[in-house]
């Protein structure tokens, strides 16, 4: 073997180990990355200070009130079977709200431990300059990401280290060979232009292929996915005020949810049913998400704009001139996808905020979830149905599955899931 073929096997060698256990470090790290599990696992259900009841109990604190930590995370992992242990503090726990907990059977210890490191922090203020909560404005917004991805950022430094550290000693033993075989007196034959030589054109040839084809089949895999979409609405509507602070029911605007395919948009009449008497804005300050500041009562008046109305004068109100809100749709399924609102709200009392993330805390909403078909998969794998037919609350049609209540009943299984009902059938979702 030639010196020049030893030297770039050798570096073709290092280098691919060094990518590999890069791209697998990073990808563990944020793996590990409390923050991006909570908002991942736990932000559909709870208030992302720590400090507030949403639609799951304040989480700050949590480590500390279970005695057994082991048992938190059972709880954690699959509450519905620890509370059906009879394990005292799970049954407590799963009294603290109406709402069913869902399950994670998918995170580890370590990963369990990054969360409840993660709650800690941020509740105590520790992520947020010491003020405690949530930070407010761009700046506790950059210090969230900033922590997410101080590791990957660690990783990427120490690889660039060990690549230059490896080029180093390439050199050193390329030379070492040389004054060994110049002392022996070994003639050393011409190496083949790396231009010319096959093995490394394939090789070459082969890592670029699975590289490209790994990023082309990441962008296409994403096409059409529009999460974090946030476009501006004709009218500044804060979801925060109205579903937060006034707590207004999601289904009082989106009747059609409870009772239909559609959750619908409001018509301007269901906003005038308010505004009608509410004229000016006396909340708190309202932002943009980059953070100027917007008039309330002039959002306000553009309502009137659509609706024909005038304030001071209005037993003269003009119907003929209303016209409808141009409202962007924030949220687009394809046309093969069949989502039923109902079935999700109604039947199987899943939250809006399941789908739609702490929506009572978003002044501008955005796409909270990614609503892919693994991410709708996933969910129905791990969501548990009311199997509970004999009481009042359940739902008769499950009766009919006689076989999964007699395993119930002796103890084969603890629950039901909507994959056990048909949840994973291609033409439940798809026409």
């Known amino acids: 073997m030639t010196i020049s073929k030893y030297i770039i096997n050798r570096f073709f060698l290092i280098i691919l180990t060094l990518f590999t256990l890069s791209w697998f470090n990073t990808i563990s790290a944020q793996d590990a990355d409390g923050k991006t599990l909570f ?3 736990c932000a559909s259900c709870h208030a992302p200070d720590m400090k507030t ?3 799951g109990p304040a989480l700050f604190g949590v480590e500390g009130q279970w005695e057994d930590k082991s048992k938190l995370h059972e709880w954690i992992r699959n509450n519905q079977k620890l509370i059906a242990s009879g394990y005292p503090q799970a049954v407590e726990t799963s009294k603290l709200t109406a709402n069913v907990m869902s399950v994670f059977p998918d995170l580890t210890d370590p990963q369990i431990d990054a969360i409840l490191k ?16 949530q930070a407010n404005g761009p700046a506790g917004a950059a210090a969230g990401e900033g922590d997410s991805s101080q590791h990957p950022l660690l990783y990427g430094v120490i690889t660039l280290i060990l690549a230059l550290a490896a080029l180093i000693l390439i050199f050193v033993n390329r030379n070492l060979k040389k004054i060994s075989d ?3 007196g070994k003639k050393t034959p011409d190496a083949v232009p790396f231009l010319q030589n096959k093995i490394y054109l394939a090789t070459a040839a082969i890592l670029l292929f699975i590289v490209g084809g790994y990023f082309t089949t990441k962008a296409m895999i994403n096409m059409n996915r529009q999460k974090n979409y946030e476009p501006k609405q004709p009218i500044f509507y804060s979801h925060k005020v109205h579903a937060g602070i006034n707590q207004i029911n999601c289904l009082y605007c989106h009747g059609n949810a409870w009772e239909s395919k559609t959750a619908a948009i409001p018509s301007v009449n269901v906003c005038m049913n308010c505004h009608k008497t509410i004229q000016k804005y006396n909340g708190p300050e309202l932002k943009d998400k980059n953070g100027n500041p917007v008039d309330g009562t002039a959002e306000i008046a553009k309502l009137y704009q659509y609706a024909g109305f005038d304030p001071q004068n209005p037993d003269a109100w003009d119907a003929n001139k209303a016209k409808p809100i141009d409202w962007v749709k924030i949220h687009n399924l394809p046309d093969h996808v069949y989502f039923n609102h109902s079935q999700h709200v109604r039947v199987g009392n899943v939250q809006c905020q399941t789908c739609h993330g702490e ?11 990614e609503l892919s078909m693994g991410w709708c998969v996933n969910c129905h794998r791990q969501t548990k149905v009311n199997f509970n037919v004999d009481s009042a609350s359940g739902n008769q049609f499950y009766s ?6 007699n395993d119930i009943k002796s103890g084969k299984m603890d629950s039901v899931t909507v994959k056990d009902i048909g949840g994973l059938e291609c033409q439940k979702c798809h026409y």
């Open 182 to 184: 110049d002392t022996e």
């Open 400 to 405: 009919i599955y006689e076989k999964f209540h």
């Open 39 to 41: 908002l991942s696992k």
């Open 53 to 55: 009841n949403s639609t």
């Open 118 to 133: 993660y709650i800690d922090e941020k509740g105590s203020g520790k992520l947020d300059g010491g003020k405690g909560g």
């Open 359 to 369: 929506i009572t805390g978003m002044d501008e909403v955005h796409q909270f979830a």
